[in-house]
């Protein structure tokens, strides 16, 4: 049973469209970290967000946690081809593990 | 560069031989994981060592896995009698323990099992 649950799994867009993406849990979680990663390469964390109800902005991304901290969203403004990846969401219990995502694929079209 | 390293970065290997890979995390960094993936799918968790104790390992993990921090530095990930079900990305991560707790990858090593 997968702890967090991403949608869309597969995304393709056109370039400078918007588009978001939701990772939903029926769990609370301490913090939730949002990373992004290429093929062949390890995970890169883009973004921490620990108060519920917290926003944060990385340029033409913008990270949310819901205010219960048990789901977030990523929503990326006019995408580029340089977004393509694998987004993946993690939460992380005080003491515990991380939980990852199921992973949302993004391709971005020029 | 301080992030964290994990070698090799490629291994394939005949069914039925034994791998081992390694993983430096940061320096300072207190814990460490490690992670499987298959392609296009999240990582799923291994076990974590705080320090040099290992504090949790996956219950889909058999007993063919067995992982080591023996100074609480670098750690080691074997796989005894590989089978071709191994073939995955490994993927290794550091965290220090505080307040927020963030961890950070290492590229991954990929094994091919043939």
């Known amino acids: 049973t997968q702890l967090l649950e991403q949608s869309p799994q597969f995304l393709s867009i056109q370039e400078g469209e918007n588009l978001t993406v939701y990772c939903n849990s029926s769990?609370?979680?301490?913090?939730l970290q949002w990373y992004r990663q290429e093929p062949g390469e390890g995970p890169v964390l883009l973004v921490t967000v620990v108060t519920g109800g917290e926003v944060k902005k990385l340029k033409r991304l913008t990270f949310q946690f819901g205010d219960a901290r048990k789901d977030s969203s990523l929503h990326i403004t006019a995408a580029q081809p340089g977004d393509t990846g694998l987004y993946l969401c993690a939460g992380a219990r005080t003491g515990n593990q991380f939980y990852f995502g199921t992973g949302t694929s993004l391709t971005v079209i020029p | 560069d301080t992030g964290v390293s994990q070698n090799p970065r490629h291994k394939i290997t005949k069914r039925g031989q034994n791998v081992t890979f390694r993983c430096d995390p940061i320096s300072e960094h207190n814990r460490l994981y490690w992670y499987r993936q298959t392609l296009g799918q999240g990582p799923e968790f291994l076990t974590y060592f705080q320090n040099e104790a290992q504090l949790e390992k996956s219950r889909l993990l058999s007993d063919r896995f067995s992982a080591e921090r023996p100074k609480g530095s670098f750690s080691t990930l074997e796989i005894q009698r590989t089978e071709q079900g191994d073939s995955a990305m490994y993927l290794c991560a550091s965290s220090l323990v505080g307040e927020v707790t963030e961890a950070f990858f290492g590229q991954g090593t990929r094994l091919t099992v043939v």
């Open positions: 769990s609370v979680f301490s913090s």
